[in-house]
């Protein structure tokens, strides 16, 4: 057994998932074979249990899920059994770490975030367990920094940064131990800089961008040391390829496009280069189709369509072996979709309406299938969702409202059976407001006002209930803000201005409690006093001037401060477009966007034109 094991590893190291799974298959009947003969014998039992979790992990790999979990689920109760008789013995106990964080991978893989919490909730106390017994245990310190790794992970699933980022502390200092003890373990080193890559991108996720670059610098100073050590390790030179990306990814977002592009360079050296050495890698030529997808990415926000559309073919080449070698591969399969989309909005972009079209029809056709395989999975139905909602905002952008309609349509009633199916699911219930916010919009844009408010107040009685449930969630406040904002709007058009003007004084009431909690926001003041102008407006047209001029006289001082800070601040001509609301087109010289940013604290934002404008120009997200 132990010889296939070893087979079967080298076989997955290259790639070769097939001959992996006939390694492991042999491996798991002899383990099979052995318990039957000995079925007393824990240790052998708990090598079934192994071989068991070895094939899960292969499934997963296939896409085979649901064999995965019966699979980890059987390993998992071969283990409690033989813990049971041995509670005190910590190879044992660890065992049931191993599976418990197996199955909070699948769990949270397809979108249970409830089961996912249960598990790594069990493999964590079963760390810090050990860890209280044994405090010096290096193995048991280590494990426990996996363990609130996974936690970290699963928190920020659930949108709470805050938690994600005290485990990955705790996880980080834990290691930073366990570096300090030993130096010269690589393995603790390199564990140290994904923590590090990890802790990177939930600063940026909470606009920390100062933090996200000494994290991510952290992490590159570890990896090229230990290339530096090893430069034939490729594992070590993939994590370091990863670290130059997503310095790139900071450069990028931050606008210094040329910074970006030398660190996506150097990614995707290291990623051609490995795939020069072993063509027949998967696992290698899947990283040059990743890093051939940044540089597109890259040269679209740069404003050059053709070069992005000559990296995202050379990864349609690359994805299209691939699946070809392993057509049942649907990690593969969804890849393809995407890089299908991609070069259907750049296709669109250039004005090649058909060649768009052909890519965007792939993109729906393999995202449909992979549904088809196993409607229980939640990330391909939500991939289906962004693929029907991309397809919608397209048909959109192209004045085609009853595609766009239909499109929006699909969105729709998955979302609400989705909610049907988890009624206490937070996020499912915003993703279902945000596709009512959407068909309303669509319905608003075509004068369809009665449907348009059917949705409008759909998206506000969730937006609503959402914000009881959880007052303090800021996002949540703010949604509910904007969907009071859509109402007004509607009123407005239809000349209800009593109802639009109640609409913008709640609007701007929940706005103002937003600005109390970060005065500094600029983002925040400024939507509190385009609320407020709104309102003054309707109050108004309705004859109310006292009202009218108390909102404005506040809308006025806040677009004064505003206005003071944006005149005070220097700006550059853009290095790639800058599409703002107010005018609803790209913007690059300094002075125009300054008075772009002055006018919109006060002016309307053409929300839906600039999404129009932004689809044709090539945006995905």
């Known amino acids: 057994g132990a010889f296939f094991q070893e087979l079967g590893n080298l076989a997955l190291a290259t790639g070769d998932l097939p001959a992996a799974r006939r390694h492991a298959e042999r491996d798991l009947a002899i383990s099979q074979t052995v318990v039957d003969r000995q079925p007393n014998v824990a240790r052998w039992r708990h090598n079934l249990a192994v071989s068991l979790d070895k094939l899960g992990d292969l499934d997963i790999l296939a896409g085979d899920v649901e064999g995965a979990r019966k699979r980890f689920e059987t390993a998992l109760a071969i283990k409690e059994e033989v813990a049971a008789r041995e509670p005190a013995n910590p190879d044992w106990q660890r065992a049931l770490c191993a599976s418990a964080a197996r199955l909070g991978d699948l769990a949270r893989d397809a979108g249970d975030l409830v089961s996912a919490r249960k598990h790594y909730g069990r493999d964590l106390a079963i760390a810090a367990a050990l860890v209280a017994t044994t405090p010096d245990h290096r193995q048991f310190q280590r494990d426990l920094a996996i363990s609130h790794s996974k936690m970290g992970s699963l928190e920020k699933a659930c949108g709470d940064l805050g938690a994600a980022r005290r485990h990955h502390e705790t996880a980080r200092s834990i290691r930073e131990t366990l570096v300090e003890t030993d130096p010269t373990n690589t393995q603790w080193r390199f564990e140290l800089a994904i923590t590090s890559s990890r802790l990177g991108d939930l600063a940026d996720a909470m606009g920390d961008l100062a933090e996200a670059r000494r994290c991510h610098a952290r992490d590159m100073e570890i990896c090229e040391a230990l290339v530096a ?46 795939a020069r050495q072993d063509p027949t890698n998967a696992t290698w030529q899947h990283d040059l189709a990743v890093s051939r997808v940044m540089m597109g990415n890259l040269e679209r926000a740069a404003g050059d369509p053709a070069a992005a559309a000559g990296h995202y073919e050379a990864a349609l080449e690359v994805r299209e072996t691939l699946v070809a070698k392993d057509p049942a591969n649907t990690q593969w399969l969804r890849h393809l979709a995407v890089i299908h989309y991609k070069l259907g909005v750049i ?20 995202t449909e299938s992979l549904v088809a395989v196993d409607p229980a999975n939640a990330q391909w139905q939500d991939d289906l969702l962004e693929s029907l909602m991309r397809a919608g905002a397209m048909a959109a952008g192209r004045d085609d409202p009853d595609a766009a309609r239909a499109l929006f349509a699909r969105v729709l009633a998955s979302r609400k059976e989705r909610v049907s199916r988890a009624p206490d699911d937070a996020m499912a219930q915003r993703n279902l407001s945000v596709a009512h916010d959407s068909l309303g919009r669509l319905a608003q844009s075509v004068g369809d006002a009665r449907a348009a408010r059917d949705h409008f107040e759909a998206d506000l009685a969730i937006a609503e209930a959402l914000a009881r449930r959880d007052p303090t969630n800021a996002i949540w406040q703010r949604d509910l803000s904007v969907s009071l904002e859509n109402l007004g709007n509607l009123a407005t058009a239809e ?56 909102r404005y006289g506040r809308a006025l001082l806040l677009r004064e401060e505003l206005a003071a800070a944006i005149q005070s601040t220097d700006f550059h001509r853009g290095v790639c477009p800058v599409y703002q609301n107010v ?26 034109q600039s999404v129009q404008a932004l689809v044709a120009y090539g945006a995905e997200k």
Request: proline content about 4%; overall charge negative; aromatic content about 4%.
């Open 229 to 274: 050590h090893d430069p034939a390790n490729v594992q070590w030179r993939r994590s370091l390829a990863g670290s130059s990306s997503r310095l790139g990814d900071l450069a990028r977002d931050s606008g210094n496009l040329a910074e970006a592009r030398e660190w996506y360079g150097k990614d995707l050296a290291i990623a051609e280069d490995l």
């Open 583 to 608: 005018v609803a087109r790209a913007v690059t010289e300094p002075d125009e966007i300054r008075q772009n940013l002055i006018d919109q604290l006060t002016g309307p934002v053409r929300w839906t």
């Open 347 to 366: 296709a669109e972009s250039l004005g090649n309406q058909d060649a768009a079209r052909q890519h965007l029809e792939k993109d729906l056709a393999i």
């Open 495 to 550: 000349g209800d201005h009593a109802g639009a003007q109640d609409r913008y004084d709640r609007c701007a009431s929940i706005r103002e409690a937003l600005v109390d909690l970060a005065p500094g926001d600029p983002v925040r003041r400024r939507e509190l006093a385009t609320a407020l102008v709104k309102a003054g407006d309707a109050a108004d047209s309705a004859g109310d001037v006292p009202a009218a001029r108390q």
